[in-house]
């Protein structure tokens, strides 16, 4: 596989010096002028891949997993008719009304009007890919799922969202996001619909459209969007503390994540493995990243939502297509299946709680490699349906109260947006396992169905379908037994401890992560309107801590409340925290900036030493096009106007790039004044991007001398994290040793 992805990036090279860089639209560049020799679709791109082709009812057909629903070189009607014009409507004479027979107007403007779908009403705003998942055989003593078996590799389809926001929102907002994994297993679908955090805000599912109307924007103005930052989701959660824990984890640097490739995956509820003997244990889903779990500070947030709302799904897309194909190990915790289904104390059932990884350690059982993008996002990332229900046997649920309402509210909610029924039959959502399900028609129903009897029993189609047993693979539920119990509308009692968590949590930080924690409440209670609101919320957080509440009542300008209870006595969990580990560099982004005067003998070497280390290097330059054009071309991905430090891990430079031709404010008003910018020896959107890559706390390098750039952005070259070298491969050298910590850490001052 190595070889033939170095022979692969080679022969990109050959073709076009920065053609192996991921973004190019299409697989074969356009001419200027408009095509006119007749020829078919154009293939999909490497990196694409569309659903396995099976028919609706789960049968193989055969056909080309990468073909497109085009067919032949001419535009059609979508009977097939060939049109000779698609710009002109039939007309009564050119000046002349148009006609009502003009059949080709209709169809077009007709499925133009219903091109779109109902949004989901959380986690609208997603992305996706294909992958495959290969067991490692360590879950088998505990479940006889099929797919869990030793060196079983299933297809996959795994989406990230954000909750609150709509299809068109940012991606780096701060908030809760969704990891979905769809497996296509021997034995049907298996969903796991999972958060990157792994509590939620409710203990049951009667209360979802409670905490989802007070997050969502307010309905009179319909503001704000995509965002917890005001008065009605901090009404709501300050009065139902049971969402404190979940709250806080959003707060913290998992609220904003680096990449969908850095962020861990959860499937928040606890459920209940069944093996071959039939002996049954309790466990919890775990996604860890390959890569580590890393974020963006809040003010990279913030300008990548002005910058680039499609930031997570760019690079979630751009590293599959550059062959930095994203991996998570599946794990899990296990538990005794006892009759109280709590652990340590903790009661398992309580979907706001976790348990320590320190007390039941984590345990890998699979590999997910995400490695293809979607060839249309519509037909699959917007289309895929997922539900806690679809089981395969060997996994079953538990009683937890969220969770029996999620198995209700997925299913109707896909009969809603996808106009029927029959969402499973929609190519992304076919099963790869035999359908005989009896269902009959319904809107979009694709399966032509033979036979007469559509139920049981029957005797007129030879008494099929028939029942399965355990023995040829039936999905049976566990029997649990029942205690004798009243019908009731509470909670047990030991849903009512809500802060012993977040206080596990708070206590689990760094002082840098504790920083950032105070400062994210500080901002968001600070677009609260009522005092009433950021009054209650500092009582919320004096409960989990003082230090917490002092500094965010600080920022607030009110005075910090005592607890109104004793502090939890809890250990931390060192697990929790993001910081103190390194991690591979796979697909991290370097940003190379130069100039036609700098050494570009040394650029090009330091292109090829970052594409050596799996990483994706990005040439910065004063304009577009190539540098040096005349000899061995560099191609230039960004420009001084288009980039910002946001976009990189890290930025190396070579030697001292001047203005640019467009550095004055009406062109660009990064560059400031346009008497200031001629009197500068370096661009002033090069010392922008330096001096907020060095206040994020990113890795900076340079060499041929760089460090007058870095005394002119105000970065001191002793600082931290600060690298200067003879030439660019030294100089990455000692980058590529900061990287794997995701920040240079020391540069973050905090208090005591």
């Given at each position: 596989?190595?070889?033939?992805?170095?022979?692969?990036?080679?022969?990109?090279?050959?073709?076009?010096?920065?053609?192996?860089?991921?973004?190019?639209?299409?697989?074969?560049?356009?001419?200027?002028?408009?095509?006119?020799?007749?020829?078919?679709?154009?293939?999909?791109?490497?990196?694409?891949?569309?659903?396995?082709?099976?028919?609706?009812?789960?049968?193989?057909?055969?056909?080309?997993?990468?073909?497109?629903?085009?067919?032949?070189?001419?535009?059609?009607?979508?009977?097939?008719?060939?049109?000779?014009?698609?710009?002109?409507?039939?007309?009564?004479?050119?000046?002349?009304?148009?006609?009502?027979?003009?059949?080709?107007?209709?169809?077009?403007?007709?499925?133009?009007?219903?091109?779109?779908?109902?949004?989901?009403?959380?986690?609208?705003?997603?992305a996706a890919a294909h992958g495959v998942f290969r067991a490692y055989g360590t879950a088998a003593k505990i479940t006889k799922a099929a797919f869990l078996a030793a060196d079983v590799e299933t297809p996959v389809f795994v989406r990230f969202s954000t909750v609150l926001g709509s299809r068109g929102s940012a991606d780096t907002v701060r908030d809760t996001r969704g990891f979905a994994t769809k497996f296509y297993t021997a034995e049907g679908i298996f969903d796991l619909v999972g958060n990157n955090i792994p509590v939620f805000f409710i203990q049951d599912a009667i209360k979802f459209p409670d905490v989802i109307h007070a997050g969502k924007p307010h309905p009179d103005r319909e503001t704000p969007q995509a965002q917890s930052a005001h008065d009605t989701f901090w009404d709501f959660v300050t009065l139902h503390t049971e969402a404190t824990h979940h709250t806080l984890w959003n707060m913290s640097d998992r609220g904003i994540p680096r990449s969908f490739r850095m962020m861990e995956g959860f499937g928040v509820h606890t459920f209940r493995l069944v093996n071959a003997e039939g002996g049954t244990t309790l466990v919890k889903f775990h996604w860890k990243p390959r890569l580590g779990v890393h974020s963006l500070v809040w003010e990279e947030a913030q300008i990548t939502g002005g910058m680039d709302p499609d930031f997570h799904r760019r690079d979630l897309a751009d590293a599959i297509e550059a062959g930095a194909f994203p991996q998570w190990e599946l794990a899990v915790q296990t538990f005794p299946d006892t009759p109280e289904q709590a652990f340590e104390g903790i009661d398992l059932l309580d979907p706001t709680n976790i348990v320590p990884e320190e007390m039941a350690p984590v345990q890998p059982i699979g590999l997910l490699t995400l490695n293809a993008n979607p060839t249309n996002f519509f037909a699959e990332t917007e289309q895929v349906a997922f539900h806690p229900g679809h089981l395969v046997p060997g996994i079953d649920v538990t009683d937890d109260p969220l969770l029996a309402g999620r198995l209700f509210s997925y299913l109707d909610t896909q009969i809603t947006r996808l106009a029927g029924p029959n969402f499973a039959q929609i190519p992304i959502n076919r099963t790869h396992a035999p359908v005989n399900d009896m269902t009959r028609d319904g809107f979009h129903q694709d399966a032509v169905h033979s036979g007469v009897a559509p139920y049981r029993p029957n005797s007129l189609d030879g008494g099929c379908p028939f029942l399965a047993g355990a023995d040829t693979g039936a999905y049976i539920e566990v029997p649990v037994e029942l205690p004798a119990a009243k019908k009731v509308r509470e909670a047990p009692a030991s849903f009512d401890d809500h802060f012993s968590q977040p206080r596990r949590f708070w206590l689990s930080m760094t002082p840098v992560e504790r920083e950032h924690i105070i400062a994210a409440y500080s901002f968001e209670l600070g677009k609260c309107y009522e005092q009433a609101i950021k009054q209650r919320a500092l009582q919320v957080l004096a409960n989990i801590d003082p230090e917490l509440c002092e500094g965010v009542a600080a920022g607030l300008g009110l005075p910090a409340p005592e607890a109104d209870r004793p502090l939890a006595s809890v250990d931390p969990s060192p697990a929790l925290s993001q910081i103190g580990r390194t991690w591979p560099l796979d697909g991290r982004l370097i940003g190379i900036i130069a100039d036609e005067n700098g050494d570009l003998a040394g650029v090009r070497a330091l292109r090829s030493a970052v594409l050596d280390a799996d990483m994706v290097p990005l040439v910065i330059a004063p304009a577009g096009g190539k540098l040096d054009s005349d000899s061995d071309p560099i191609t230039v991905q960004r420009t001084f106007a288009t980039a910002r430090s946001i976009e990189f891990d890290a930025l190396i430079l070579a030697g001292t790039p001047g203005p640019g031709k467009d550095a004055y404010g009406a062109r660009d008003a990064k560059a400031g004044e346009p008497a200031a910018a001629e009197r500068a020896e370096t661009d002033p959107r090069i010392l922008l991007m330096l001096s907020e890559a060095y206040r994020h706390g990113k890795a900076i390098g340079g060499w041929a001398g760089a460090e007058r750039v870095f005394h002119a952005a105000g970065v001191p070259t002793a600082a931290p994290g600060v690298a200067l070298g003879s030439d660019g491969s030294a100089t990455l050298n000692q980058i590529t040793q900061l990287l794997g910590r995701h920040r240079v850490w020391e540069r973050f001052p905090t208090q005591g």
């Open positions: 596989m190595a070889g033939k992805d170095e022979e692969n990036r080679a022969a990109k090279r050959a073709a076009d010096p920065g053609d192996e860089i991921p973004g190019k639209p299409t697989p074969q560049s356009p001419p200027v002028d408009e095509p006119t020799e007749v020829r078919g679709p154009l293939p999909s791109k490497p990196d694409q891949e569309g659903p396995e082709t099976v028919g609706p009812t789960g049968q193989a057909t055969g056909a080309d997993r990468a073909a497109m629903a085009q067919a032949g070189p001419f535009l059609t009607t979508a009977q097939g008719h060939r049109l000779h014009d698609t710009n002109h409507s039939l007309k009564a004479g050119p000046r002349g009304p148009v006609l009502l027979q003009d059949h080709h107007l209709r169809e077009k403007i007709t499925h133009f009007d219903h091109e779109r779908i109902p949004e989901r009403v959380v986690h609208a705003r997603g």
